[in-house]
């Protein structure tokens, strides 16, 4: 009895080694979602309420308006940067953006905009329209075969 090998299926894969498309692609998709990672989110609700105690007495604020923008901005940036993955530039924005909110004096600005921010990611991943789990494998696309 002779038992006959089955060729296995060829499947047509297209490659890309342009560097440009993989920037073009990590921009696409940092663009998906909130612009803010929800954990910068809470940092800046947690140090502008942190402060609120510290903003009555208006002496200390230059001691306090500071210290409320660095204990926002660094680990904002971090987790910008190393959670989220931003690119560089765009991290030092979007902390020094939340920086700018918890150093208002008065916390409504700073947990008002981070509140708003939790909002918009949970209602994006309520809604499934957020980035998706990057530490996932991408599962390949079948569809297409070649026809033999």
């Known amino acids: 009895m002779t038992t006959r090998k089955q060729e296995p299926e060829v499947i047509d894969v297209e ?4 560097p440009e498309g993989a920037r073009r692609a990590g921009r696409a998709r940092s663009g998906d979602g909130p612009p803010v990672h929800p954990l910068a989110a809470v940092v800046l609700v947690a140090v ?3 402060w ?3 903003d009555w007495a208006v002496v200390s604020w230059v001691v306090t308006i500071p210290l409320a923008f660095v204990t926002v ?12 993955r931003d690119g560089g530039p765009r991290a ?5 953006l ?6 208002v004096p008065y916390s409504l600005f700073g947990t008002s905009a981070g509140l708003a921010l939790l909002a918009w990611s949970g209602l994006n991943r309520l809604f499934g329209t957020g980035v998706p789990n990057r530490r996932s ?3 390949p696309d079948r569809t297409r075969r070649r026809e033999p």
């Open 15 to 18: 490659v890309d080694n342009d």
């Open 48 to 50: 502008d309420n942190l």
């Open 52 to 54: 609120n105690f510290a």
């Open 73 to 84: 901005f660094l680990p904002a940036f971090m987790v910008q940067r190393f959670v989220k």
């Open 92 to 96: 030092v924005r979007m902390a020094g």
């Open 98 to 103: 939340l920086g700018v909110l918890a150093a």
């Open 137 to 139: 494998a991408p599962q």
